[in-house]
């Protein structure tokens, strides 16, 4: 696999949660504005924010039997660039029985450029029963919730000092038109929707027991 190309001035957000053995993790990216290396303090800084703005608006959304545990940032602005991790172990308190793994409710973001194939997306696991008013639905309380939710989160990132700046969340496009290119393209996320079709990943399952 080729490798890709670094990014001045972004940090890679992994935020790991598990729900029933498997893997339920979420990948955001934020940027320095001056695309400066970031040092261990702002990433830790950052690693931080985000998990304590999750566990303050996501967790509430999702079922116990999801647990969050670390978030670990990277800099990917370079071969050795530095690295930070929040540890923890925190389950969802939402009411109510899980849905299937597979389950997620799609957040949206916005940026200002266009392309084809959507905006970037994020998917979040451990929805619950209470959040659906149909099979394929989600409740209208629900969105309102989740679009309060990642707006919290965006705020809290755009608010981690780096450098002179603050940061920004934003998305990192390595492609244009199939081919890979050589300075990576980065958008700030300027707003965020969420469409109401509750959606899947099937991965989120775990692997075939056959």
Not at 2 to 7: Q, T
Not at 26 to 38: F, I, M, S, Y
Not at 77 to 94: C, L
Not at 194 to 208: I, V
């Amino acid at each position: 696999m080729v490798a890709l190309p670094f990014a001045a001035g972004v940090a890679r957000i992994v935020v790991k949660q598990n729900q029933a053995g498997v893997n339920v993790f979420n990948v955001l990216h934020a940027v320095d504005p001056n695309h400066l290396a970031w040092q261990p303090s702002e990433l830790t800084a950052l690693a931080t924010a985000v998990r304590s703005s999750w566990v303050s608006n996501v967790i509430p959304l999702q079922a116990s039997s999801l647990v969050m545990t670390d978030v670990t940032c990277t800099d990917l602005g370079f071969e050795t660039g530095s690295e930070a991790t929040v540890t923890g172990n925190t389950a969802g308190t939402g009411i109510g029985t899980a849905m299937a793994s597979s389950t997620a409710i799609c957040w949206s973001w916005k940026i200002s450029r266009r392309y084809r194939g959507g905006h970037p997306r994020t998917y979040i696991g451990g929805t619950l029963v209470s959040q659906a008013a149909t099979p394929n639905t989600m409740t209208a309380a629900a969105q309102t919730s989740h679009i309060n939710a990642a707006t919290a989160l965006r705020s809290a990132i755009n608010g981690v000092a780096v450098g002179v700046s603050t940061a920004r969340l934003c998305v990192v496009h390595y492609t244009r038109a199939k081919a890979t290119l050589a300075v990576p393209l980065v958008s700030e996320i300027t707003g965020v929707s969420c469409d109401t079709r509750l959606d899947s990943q099937r991965r989120r399952l775990g692997r075939d027991r056959q």
